[in-house]
């Protein structure tokens, strides 16, 4: 249609400024807007207006100019590919009910902030998926996305952060229980660990607060905030805590139990975790409280010389025909403590197994560590105790008597042989232990191997969700940035268990997500790109029968392969290249995934 936009000039003058708009509705439940078709300039400045008008309205009456792209200018915005895969991650999003939960929270705060919460929240999750980076950079990539038109100002991000960190416990609470309705909660078994994340900052906070100095799983000397992660027997998020960066691991396990089953009204569980959880209290605890556990156990040191004897006796274990595998499975009488502190007798299963590939794995790496040693022992170069720094022994000589003693210190490096001797007993050997004494060795390993579930977690919110460096620094902020994480990973954990034997990998299904990408044209056409651009490799069945990705490249491409995947699971199915905007925006609006 031809629009007269009526212009005041610098001298006073009124002139009248001929457009063709057209009109286009940019999402669903959005106010209808216009765009430029042609700009014809103005109307005071033609020498013969009746003849300019007569042109205009040929113009405007020519369908074909519809799609006449003269007008277009680069860097005006017109132009620019849109993602419309987020629709899919924020039908999830929608399906978890978290809009709701924060609506009734900004109720019950009766919040008068001129932004939405929710907006912010929902906006930083996704992102979190498709281009994890820093809430700044977060920000500036908000007109990326197809029919959802954000406003967000970058302090209002991070006021919002406040309340986000405010309703951290009960969001958990309220996602646990949708997630129960959805799929279902199997807690027969809880997987628990602790890992944690570092900070780019050159001092901690004050004590008492997260970032402190600590144990780095990453081994750096950065300030970091411990995590600990519940997982449900589908691999599925439970709960999540933050502790001071300083916490050990052993004593973080009470307080998220704790919390977690008063909060979540949970009948007995059976916590499973490594042997960094493994202490006298965390069993006494789990122990009173009725429920159960399968903990990994240190055989060396002093916490495994009670099963030196049982480890050495050949008597009791059990061989495989192959002669690659044996375990011996027993009971065993412990002294623990009760409520009270008093000591208190109890009974527990003990499973003690050898593994010939362990075994040879472990003496490769011990003799590498041994190779580095004396290379470091010929370079006179010094290192924390780790890797092969622990088979360096160090002695003080005296240079007057050549004794060893304190005085007149002069340290003697050399490689510690005695102690790889003594490391390579134990090449092979585990053992697990449990409450469970109904578990045969069977049980309780396949209990324990679930354990693999929370260590792939951590996995994905350090490298796919890029959970770390943490570039917030308030308490508040740190403790939101966290549950953004979580409520990230729960949303490609719930997409991964719809996709079931099928399931893809976290970076995967961001990649595909992220190359849904489309163009609006003039008339009101969707241009959708092909949504592609790796060649996959051909898969064929291993040994076990499982399928498996060879060398050899095949004419189908991954991106697409896996992009049609998730249409199914999501019931949607976009194949045409062109389609009308009103006909895109009705099957975006349909997208629900497949529980």
């Given amino acids: 249609m031809i629009r007269k936009d009526k212009r005041v000039m610098k001298d006073g003058t009124v002139k009248t400024y001929i457009r063709v708009v057209e009109g286009y509705r940019p999402a669903p439940g959005k106010p209808p807007k216009q765009r430029t078709l042609k700009s014809f300039g103005y109307l005071e400045d033609q020498e013969d207006p009746e003849a300019f008008m007569r042109e205009v309205e040929a113009f405007d009456a020519d369908p074909a100019n519809r799609e006449q792209l003269g007008s277009l200018r680069m860097y005006s915005g017109s132009n620019r590919r849109l993602n419309y895969g987020y629709k899919y991650l924020e039908s999830i999003y929608s399906l978890l009910d978290i809009g709701g939960f924060i609506e009734t929270y900004t109720e019950q705060q009766k919040f008068r902030g001129g932004y939405s919460i929710d907006e912010i929240f929902k906006y930083l999750v996704l992102m979190r998926i498709l281009s994890p980076c820093s809430k700044r950079a977060s920000a500036q990539q908000q007109e990326s996305f197809y029919?959802?038109?954000?406003?967000?100002?970058?302090?209002?991000?991070?006021?919002?952060?406040?309340?986000?960190?405010?309703?951290?416990?009960?969001?958990?609470?309220?996602?646990?229980?949708?997630?129960?309705?959805?799929?279902?909660?199997?807690?027969?078994?809880?997987?628990?660990?602790?890992?944690?994340?570092?900070?780019?900052?050159?001092f901690p906070d004050d004590p008492g607060q997260l970032r402190r100095r600590g144990v780095s799983k990453e081994h750096r000397v950065d300030p970091i905030v411990q995590m600990g992660l519940f997982l449900d027997s589908k691999g599925l998020p439970v709960a999540m805590s933050l502790f001071p960066g300083n916490?050990?691991?052993?004593?973080?396990?009470?307080?998220?139990?704790?919390?977690?089953?008063?909060?979540?009204?949970?009948?007995?569980?059976?916590?499973?975790?490594?042997?960094?959880?493994?202490?006298?209290?965390?069993?006494?605890?789990?122990?009173?409280?009725?429920?159960?556990?399968?903990?990994?156990?240190?055989?060396?040191?002093?916490?495994?010389?009670?099963?030196?004897e049982h480890l050495e006796d050949e008597n009791g274990y059990v061989w495989n025909q192959e002669g690659t595998?044996?375990?011996?499975?027993?009971?065993?009488?412990?002294?623990?403590?009760?409520?009270?502190?008093?000591?208190?007798?109890?009974?527990?299963?003990?499973?003690?197994?050898?593994?010939?590939?362990?075994?040879?794995?472990?003496?490769?790496?011990?003799?590498?560590?041994?190779?580095?040693?004396?290379?470091?022992?010929?370079?006179?170069?010094?290192?924390?105790?780790?890797?092969?720094?622990?088979?360096?022994?160090?002695e003080v000589e005296n240079p007057q008597s050549g004794e060893l003693e304190a005085a007149h210190k002069r340290v003697i490096r050399s490689v510690d042989l005695e102690k790889a001797e003594k490391d390579a007993f134990y090449d092979g050997y585990f053992c697990l232990v449990t409450s469970e004494l109904?578990?045969?060795?069977?049980?309780?390993?396949?209990?324990?191997?679930?354990?693999?579930?929370?260590?792939?977690?951590?996995?994905?919110?350090?490298?796919?969700?890029?959970?770390?460096?943490?570039?917030?620094?308030?308490?508040?902020?740190?403790?939101?940035?966290?549950?953004?994480?979580?409520?990230?990973?729960?949303?490609?954990?719930?997409?991964?268990?719809?996709?079931?034997?099928?399931?893809?990998?976290?970076?995967?299904?961001?990649?595909?997500?992220?190359?849904?990408?489309?163009?609006?044209?003039?008339?009101?056409?969707?241009?959708?790109?092909?949504?592609?651009?790796?060649?996959?490799?051909?898969?064929?069945?291993?040994?076990?029968?499982?399928?498996?990705?060879?060398?050899?490249?095949?004419?189908?491409?991954?991106v697409a392969r896996d992009f049609a995947l998730i249409q199914e699971v999501f019931q949607t199915s976009l194949e045409l290249v062109e389609v009308k905007q009103e006909r895109f925006n009705r099957i975006l609006s349909s997208i629900a995934l497949n529980l």
Avoid at 152 to 176: M, T
């Fill in 325 to 394: 595998y044996k375990y011996k499975l027993f009971n065993e009488t412990y002294t623990g403590r009760d409520d009270q502190g008093e000591k208190v007798e109890r009974e527990r299963r003990v499973l003690i197994y050898w593994n010939q590939a362990e075994a040879r794995m472990a003496q490769k790496k011990r003799e590498e560590k041994l190779m580095k040693a004396e290379v470091s022992l010929r370079n006179d170069a010094y290192g924390i105790k780790k890797g092969s720094q622990e088979y360096i022994r160090e």
């Fill in 247 to 308: 916490t050990s691991d052993t004593l973080t396990l009470q307080p998220v139990m704790q919390k977690l089953k008063a909060a979540y009204g949970l009948g007995r569980l059976v916590v499973v975790a490594d042997k960094g959880i493994n202490s006298g209290s965390n069993i006494d605890y789990i122990c009173q409280n009725g429920d159960g556990y399968v903990f990994s156990q240190v055989l060396r040191g002093s916490k495994g010389k009670r099963y030196r």
């Fill in 147 to 202: 029919g959802w038109e954000l406003n967000l100002k970058l302090p209002e991000i991070y006021r919002s952060l406040d309340h986000v960190a405010a309703f951290s416990d009960s969001l958990q609470e309220h996602l646990n229980g949708v997630v129960q309705k959805l799929v279902g909660r199997d807690l027969t078994y809880a997987f628990y660990d602790v890992t944690n994340y570092y900070f780019e900052t050159d």
């Fill in 438 to 558: 109904d578990y045969d060795a069977a049980r309780i390993r396949e209990v324990y191997g679930g354990l693999w579930k929370i260590e792939a977690s951590f996995s994905v919110l350090k490298s796919d969700l890029e959970a770390r460096p943490v570039h917030v620094w308030t308490q508040e902020h740190i403790r939101a940035h966290f549950l953004i994480c979580f409520v990230a990973l729960l949303i490609v954990r719930l997409l991964q268990h719809a996709l079931g034997d099928k399931t893809l990998s976290a970076q995967r299904i961001a990649r595909a997500f992220n190359a849904a990408t489309c163009k609006v044209k003039r008339g009101g056409i969707v241009e959708l790109d092909d949504v592609g651009g790796r060649v996959a490799f051909e898969k064929k069945p291993n040994r076990k029968g499982e399928l498996v990705e060879t060398l050899r490249f095949i004419e189908d491409d991954e």
